[in-house]
């Protein structure tokens, strides 16, 4: 479940910012950090993953 939504959240995040779209990116990313921290804290996906793919996230707001 929480694997699933992450990959979704990753795809509408990366259209965001190709299209430029700053309301939406930066809304997505908030829903993404935090489906990330509960995926982590219920040990759904490693802590140093968790952390990996906050960083992505993080690079990819920083390209707008």
């Known amino acids: 479940r929480y694997k699933s939504s992450i990959k979704t ?3 509408c995040l990366k259209e965001s910012v190709s299209t430029g779209d700053t309301e ?16 982590a804290a219920r ?3 490693h ?11 993080a ?3 920083s390209q707008l």
Request: aromatic content about 2%.
């Open 24 to 39: 939406t990116a930066a809304d997505t990313a908030k829903k993404l950090t935090s489906t990330i921290d509960k995926a």
């Open 59 to 61: 690079r990819l707001l």
């Open 47 to 57: 802590s140093n993953n968790a952390a990996r793919k906050k960083s992505r996230v």
């Open 43 to 45: 040990h759904a996906i």
């Open 9 to 11: 959240h990753f795809r």
